[in-house]
């Protein structure tokens, strides 16, 4: 199984300023990879996929690189409805497995 | 607009059984690989199991493995997952999903409780 790792687990960030939020994986995953947001009692949104691909309707301030085992979603000049929880998950092979999560808080 | 709805959760006894089902609308089912995945309180994401366009292929959690099954029925519109033999560490809100990849539609999911 292959282990996806985030980090920081936190994120404190002033409206207006930028987020770089990381995922590392225990192995290779080409670009097999996904970003999310969560919010509270809301159901998981599609971010980015194939590691910078944004999906559809997601803004450009939301972006996404990396390929092999290392992975960055950033997002530049946060908004309000960006105060969430992001997780990375990989489609390289089963299981799929997703990283434990890094919650963007407001400073 | 496409969305996917689950339901059948609720309160189960450890070692009981439960049907969740997943209705979809807004897209063609029989196109989409399909997933179950949850998340147990305080707890990060599983991704429990998966069923390709025809339900030929089949893929599952170590965890579930030969308790849980995974199906679906392409003129209903709807996903179902089968639990029998339900765990305390079962307990969690299972969500289903467009997709067996980088799922881009999914529900807000449905809560299982197994305890006695």
């Known amino acids: 199984e292959i282990v996806m790792t985030q980090s920081p687990a936190t994120l404190s960030v002033s409206p207006g300023e930028g987020a770089t939020l990381s995922c590392r994986a225990s192995q290779s995953i080409n670009s097999n990879l996904a970003w999310y947001q969560q919010k509270p009692g809301q159901a998981l949104r599609l971010l980015i996929h194939?590691?910078?691909t944004r999906a559809t309707g997601i803004p450009g301030r939301f972006s996404g690189s990396g390929s092999g085992t290392e992975f960055t979603l950033t997002i530049s000049s946060l908004q309000s409805d960006d105060f969430a929880v992001y997780y990375c998950?990989?489609?390289?092979?089963?299981?799929?497995?997703f990283g434990q999560g890094t919650k963007v808080e407001i400073k | 607009e496409v969305q996917v709805v689950e339901s059948g959760g609720g309160l189960v006894q450890p070692g009981g059984s439960l049907k969740l089902s997943c209705g979809v609308s807004?897209?063609?089912?029989?196109?989409?690989?399909m997933s179950w995945v949850r998340q147990a309180p305080g707890k990060g994401l599983e991704w429990v199991a998966i069923?390709?366009?025809?339900?030929?292929?089949?893929y599952y959690l170590d965890s579930v493995m030969g308790r849980f099954t995974i199906s679906r029925d392409n003129a209903r519109d709807s996903l179902y997952l089968q639990m029998n033999s339900l765990r305390v560490e079962d307990t969690a809100v299972y969500s289903c999903?467009?997709?067996?990849?980088?799922?881009?539609?999914w529900g807000k999911g449905t809560t299982v409780t197994v305890s006695s």
């Open positions: 069923i390709k366009q025809d339900g030929s292929e089949k």
């Open positions: 194939g590691a910078s």
């Open positions: 998950q990989h489609y390289h092979n089963w299981p799929r497995t």
């Open positions: 807004g897209f063609t089912l029989s196109s989409s690989w």
């Open positions: 999903a467009k997709g067996g990849f980088y799922p881009d539609v």
